[in-house]
């Protein structure tokens, strides 16, 4: 099992800037990657951004591209994500996702393992 918990959330203005993190436990020994995801009320679960565990090799949206950055602290076991150039759209609850083995298709959220419970990003314009 792995137990993963976002923080970081919150109200912002347009244009403005937040640091999400997702504080990971259990058996992250067997972690190939992590990523985060958002959900708008009404709308499907998107990719954001992920990141390999050990090599670092980042990807991104093409919304947000440029704007956010993803990293991790492997001593830590925990996983950020910088959000600058904020804007209404970028307005959702936002959960970071567990991976465990290589595959392709990783901007899907149905190959991740485990899920953290979300934190509500809201920018206003």
């Known amino acids: 099992q792995v137990q993963l918990v976002e923080s970081g959330g919150g109200l912002v203005q347009a244009g403005g800037s937040l640091k999400l993190s997702c504080a990971a436990s259990?058996?992250?020994?067997?972690?190939?990657?992590m990523g985060w995801f958002r959900q708008a009320p009404g709308n499907k679960r998107e990719f954001v951004a992920s990141i390999t565990w050990i090599g670092g090799s980042t990807s991104y949206a093409d919304s947000v591209k440029g704007r956010f950055t993803i990293s991790r602290d492997r001593a830590s076991n925990t996983l950020y994500l910088q959000m600058n150039g904020l804007n209404p759209e970028d307005t959702a609850a936002y959960y970071c996702?567990?991976?465990?083995?290589?595959?392709?298709?990783?901007?899907?959220?149905?190959?991740?393992?485990?899920w953290g419970q979300g934190t509500q990003v809201t920018v206003s314009s």
């Open positions: 259990g058996r992250t020994f067997t972690r190939y990657s």
């Open positions: 996702a567990h991976r465990s083995d290589f595959v392709s298709d990783f901007r899907r959220p149905g190959v991740y393992d485990y």
